[in-house]
């Protein structure tokens, strides 16, 4: 909440100001439904503060565009033509592969999650985007196909001021350990559960 007061002052040598805005690495992880979605949200947030933005989607077919891809092309053209909000890219890492690993082969999988995560770190070393959305990114993480000790040292290490997003179930014990603010989604109930299948505006 814009008004809400942390519970203790840390003894850190910061001041208020730059302990508020020091740039945060964020983990939404779990087996609930919302992980993108919350992900999304914030981008929203960040780019009616103008905030330059990139989504890295990791595990969606190419394929496939979700309506978020869609809402967010038409936003980053409004910032083009009007100069309202922030820039907006959207990229997909590799083509036709989820986490049920079809199709493809596994190799191909990996070395585009390589391929993926290796520009993530030219940009962040370029300082190039204020907000990343690393959409799915726990998967080839935990498919050994990206390092996550590599992760986290960059992560941790990234110059100036850039918020990072990682999404996806089962996010590595050490990346949960790095991540300045973790929400874990728990399911409760699913329409799933009753035999429903995913419908339009609500899955995608």
Do not use: C
């Not at 891809?69 to 989820?98: C, N, Y």
């Not at 391929?115 to 726990?138: C, M, N, P, S, V």
């Not at 790095?178 to 899955?203: F, N, W, Y």
Request: hydrophobic fraction near 40%; avoid cysteine.
């Amino acid at each position: 909440m814009p008004q809400g007061q942390p519970s203790f002052i840390p003894d850190d040598g910061l001041t208020t100001r730059q302990r508020r805005y020091r740039p945060l690495l964020i983990v939404h992880t779990g087996d609930g439904k919302g992980k993108s979605t919350a992900a999304f949200g914030l981008a929203l947030r960040g780019w009616n503060q103008g905030w330059r933005i990139a989504v890295f989607q990791f595990v969606k077919s190419a394929k496939w565009r979700v309506g978020e891809q869609t809402a967010f092309d038409t936003l980053a053209a409004v910032h083009r033509a009007q100069g309202v909000g922030g820039p907006i890219e959207w990229h997909k890492m590799g083509s036709g592969w989820s986490w049920s690993r079809k199709p493809g082969t596994e190799a191909d999988h990996a070395a585009a999650a390589a391929e993926g995560w290796a520009e993530i770190k030219r940009r962040l070393a370029e300082q190039r985007h204020d907000l990343y959305i690393l959409d799915e990114f726990t998967y080839p993480i935990t498919w050994g196909w990206v390092d996550v000790n590599d992760v986290v040292s960059t992560l941790r290490e990234r110059p100036g001021r850039q918020h990072v997003v990682i999404t996806g179930r089962r996010a590595h014990p050490a990346l949960l350990d790095a991540a300045d603010l973790v929400t874990e989604m728990v399911k409760v109930r699913h329409p799933m559960d009753s035999g429903q299948k995913g419908q339009r505006g609500i899955e995608w």
